[in-house]
């Protein structure tokens, strides 16, 4: 007999590292980056949240042991925003292995910068949208 995945509905998705979980507090610090949004996230997730693309987005939500910015779990989609600290080069590499790693579970990663999500919201949505 084939072993199967344990049924959790769409919205009690854990996906979570457990063991890194409460040692990283990523739960405590994806509650403080949701009540702390960049104007940039805010105005995405303004844009996202009530399943207005026609599919749920996450914010701040846990995967392994990192927090992605938006997430539709249905699609694998992951959005990210970065701000001018992701040029430098630590941070750079720091995403560079994380991304290899949310790759590697399965995920797509669509990266765009701040200035893009406040400037050019309309074309971030399309591409969005072509990508679910």
Known sequence: ???????????KVFTADKKQYG???????ARGMRHEPTP???LLWQRLRN??????FRRQHCIDRY??????LSHKLIVELDGAGHIEPDQAEYDKGR???????GY???RFPNEQAINEIEEILKA????L
């Open 1 to 11: 007999m084939e072993p199967t995945e344990p049924y959790l509905p769409q919205d």
């Open 23 to 29: 040692k990283l507090n990523l739960g405590g610090r």
């Open 40 to 42: 940039a996230e805010d």
């Open 51 to 56: 399943s207005q693309l026609g599919v749920k």
């Open 67 to 72: 927090i992605a910015d938006f997430v539709c």
């Open 99 to 105: 991304s290899a790693l949310l790759i590697e579970l």
């Open 108 to 110: 797509r990663i669509l």
């Open 128 to 131: 969005i949208k072509a990508n």
